[in-house]
């Protein structure tokens, strides 16, 4: 009865170790699987934050390309429009323009006139000695 008594212990102690050892093993085999588990949502979330990171970049990208088409259209219109109200206006230009062009014809118009009457005179001088008889003597 004791060899029995001690055999159930003995028994019961090799199931306990196994239990311990399986419990064990379910254990490591659970953390293990939970690693795993975490690892893949971890990537999963970095893969769902790149994909976001990509959709912005390209908004931006696609927001830059828009605005700098239309600012540059815009640029373009608002400079030609100023230009065209006279707001570049360069300064000697427009003083030669409104200020030396109109003495410098005036002043043509002058000595035209002189060249004109000068001319008038020499025709006539040359008329009133065509008309006049030879008389001179030599």
Known sequence: ????????????SQFEQRRKEELLETQRLEAQERR????????????VARIHR??????KLKSRMFAKAFLTNLEHHVFAR????????DGVQAEVELN????????????????????????????????????TSI
């Open 1 to 12: 009865q004791e060899e029995e008594l001690e055999a159930l212990r003995s028994q019961q």
């Open 100 to 135: 030396f062009f109109p003495w410098l014809m005036e002043e043509t118009e002058k000595e035209l006139d002189k060249c004109r009457k000068a001319r008038a005179m020499v025709d006539m001088l040359i008329r009133e000695s065509v008309a006049r008889p030879a008389t």
């Open 36 to 47: 795993k588990y975490d690892e893949k949502e971890r990537r999963k979330k970095q893969e």
């Open 54 to 59: 990509e959709k912005e970049t390209r908004e």
């Open 82 to 89: 100023l230009e065209d109200e006279g707001w570049f206006r």
